[in-house]
């Protein structure tokens, strides 16, 4: 609501337009949430500001205007829904500017690894193998292997965050041209209680 709020304060002709998308990254694609059929979207990564690129095929809901604020719930909740257990996901608003400028907001949710303690857990309550899940790992140490580099000064080659979506999506802000808020939120699965 303040999002939307504060747009319409805006007021005048450049009020910027707003779209709202979701996206999943699952090993080395990128799928859109918002249709059924979950199709792939490019995702590339640029040398320069604004680092990365979304393929104008991912399905963007536009969220200004009368009514801006319920599709924008709608996407979001439509998302979700869709999401699959294990994938990092991104809750993207994007400003389109009269001036041909782009900002975003991205909301990224991190899928972090099972332990295979607790694979092992839910393998003998429920009997069987649990479903497979996403090896997002390899995804995550790309991102870790990248915030260590910045640490200590190095990272200067752009192709150092090619060995993962999530890595290329967050390269704005390691590169220092965004914004980063991290914001750690502990989710207990069922499983786990038992654990504490």
């Known amino acids: 609501e303040l999002l939307v ?42 040398a320069d500001v604004p680092f990365c690129m979304l393929g104008s ?16 719930l709608d996407t979001y909740f439509t998302g979700l829904e869709h999401r699959r ?25 991190m899928a972090w690894p099972r332990t295979q303690a607790t694979r092992a857990a839910v393998m ?24 260590q580099s910045k640490l200590t000064g190095g990272l200067h080659a752009w192709a150092d965050y090619g060995g993962s979506p999530l890595a290329v999506l967050l390269k704005p802000c390691f590169e220092g041209s965004s914004l980063l808020f991290f914001v750690h939120c502990l989710r207990l699965e069922h499983i786990q209680l038992q654990c504490l």
């Open 85 to 109: 257990k294990g994938a990092h996901t991104c809750f993207q608003v994007a400003f389109l500017h009269s001036d041909g400028r782009q900002s975003f907001l991205r909301f990224v949710e």
């Open 124 to 147: 003998e309550m429920n009997g069987s193998r649990p479903p497979p899940e996403a090896p997002q790992g390899a995804a995550l140490a790309t991102v870790e292997g990248v915030l």
């Open 57 to 72: 095929d991912l399905t963007v809901h536009r969220c200004d205007g009368a009514g801006g604020f319920n599709r924008l």
């Open 5 to 46: 709020g504060g747009l319409e304060a805006y007021g005048g002709t450049t009020v910027p337009v707003v779209e709202a998308s979701f996206f999943e990254l699952h090993n080395d694609a990128v799928r859109d949430l918002l249709p059924k059929t979950y199709p792939e979207v490019e995702l590339r990564e640029l």
